[in-house]
């Protein structure tokens, strides 16, 4: 009982706390089947009413073996956590014999308890704790018709009021529909399926209980092995109120709910502008300019001037003949002597960048001191 008492405690005190905002949003619709756990039921006083055993109780409790619980709930989400439902429940378990009788010499039997009800619950969603994992508390009330069909035998042989009675010929049963006032806690857990936008899988435990004493009638019947006669005198029975543990799997469906937004394509980027280059060769040891070394100089500033361009790159180069310090600076005068000309063919001295390269970077790969035509030259770059 404090385990139980504790468990709603905590779940009601959940509810106004909870602060993370949830998707469902709008009208849904859920199902749940699983196994269910009765406790032990109270008989407060399982009595006859006239006769020779006129006025005779007994108490006890009933014992259940695992049944079956299954619902079905609409609802709404307020899109802010929180969501109201109303749900339709069945619930049915077996009997599985009876403890704490002393009168009578004890019972034997069974028989079979089914709840069904309507309930109005109240729950809220977490959102982000768990990855994927949405979990959620709840508590609801309504009313439950709680149908009882209980049999039960002596299983010793009795002596009651000058009547013996030989063990299994004193049966009690006891039959009928009541309603009572029930109540619940719920915990549990969603899983979305991306697949289908509004459906997820469900998995909680309800604690479902009833409230109030359900007095019902009963029937003894038997046959004393003292006077020989049957007996068939009408009894009741008062039984107190029911707690069941359900653990429960199902599916929830909302409606409305549009699929995820597709991730824009990512934008095209323009392309970078490409660099345009130009090659200008040098004759052996020399940096002055031949008469096609100036066209392609020409055509090359002409280019520029049709290209939007944030500088143009001109860099000299030598073969391997000569040392490596002569030909680092007979690179740099073959630039200089390109960059002179493009100014003169109208290019900005300020738009142009001149560096040599002695005789790194070949053209053409070679040993040292070889004279390369290919490897003598200038190359203009517009970028």
């Known amino acids: 009982m404090k385990f139980r ?9 959940a509810l106004p706390l909870a ?31 006239s006769g ?23 609802g709404y989400g307020l899109g802010n956590g929180f969501r109201a439902e109303v749900e339709g429940n069945y619930r ?8 704490g009788f002393t009168r009578f010499g004890g019972f034997n039997g069974g028989g079979q308890q089914q709840k069904y009800g309507a309930m109005v619950n109240g729950l ?11 979990p959620y508390v709840g508590a609801g009330v309504g009313i439950q018709w709680v149908d009882n069909n209980t049999h039960a035998y002596n299983t010793n ?23 009572v006032f029930a109540y619940q806690a719920i915990i549990g857990a969603a899983i979305p399926i991306e697949a289908v936008p509004g459906l997820a899988l469900t998995a909680e435990y309800r604690f479902l209980g009833t409230a109030g004493n359900r007095s019902q009638s009963a029937t003894w019947s038997g046959q004393s092995t003292t006077a020989k006669t049957a007996t068939a005198v009408p009894g009741n029975a008062q039984f107190g109120p029911t707690y069941d543990n359900s653990i429960l799997f199902g599916v929830r469906y909302n409606f409305g709910v549009a699929p995820a937004p597709v991730a824009p394509a990512p934008a095209a980027v323009a392309p970078s502008p490409v660099s345009r280059s130009y090659l200008v060769f040098f004759d ?11 066209q392609i100089v020409s055509e090359a500033a002409a280019n520029s001037t049709k290209v939007q361009y944030t500088r143009l790159e001109v860099n000299g180069y030598t073969d391997t003949s000569g040392s490596a310090k002569y030909n680092m600076g007979l690179s740099v005068r073959r630039a200089q002597a390109v960059a002179a000309e493009l100014v003169k063919d109208g290019v900005p001295k300020s738009a142009i960048s001149i560096q040599g390269f002695g005789e790194t970077h070949l053209l053409v790969p070679t040993g040292p001191n070889v004279r390369e035509p290919q490897n003598r030259r200038v190359e203009i770059i517009i970028k």
């Open 52 to 74: 020779p055993l006129g006025g005779l109780s007994t108490s006890g409790k009933e014992k259940y073996s695992t049944g079956f619980a299954g619902l079905a709930s609409v």
């Open 157 to 179: 042989q009795v002596s009651v009021r000058g009547l013996t009675f030989n063990p299994g010929t004193l049966d009690a049963s006891s039959q009928g529909t009541k309603a």
């Open 124 to 134: 809220y969603d977490f959102v982000g704790l768990i990855p994927v994992v949405q």
């Open 284 to 294: 052996w040891d020399k940096y002055s300019l031949t008469e096609r070394a100036r």
């Open 19 to 49: 602060a993370n905002a949830q998707p469902v949003t709008g009208l849904y619709v859920g199902a749940g089947v699983g196994p269910d756990f009765q406790l032990n039921t109270d008989v407060k006083n399982l009595q006859v009413g």
């Open 92 to 99: 049915q378990t077996n009997g599985n014999g009876f403890t």
């Open 5 to 13: 008492n504790a468990l709603v405690a905590a779940t009601m005190l």
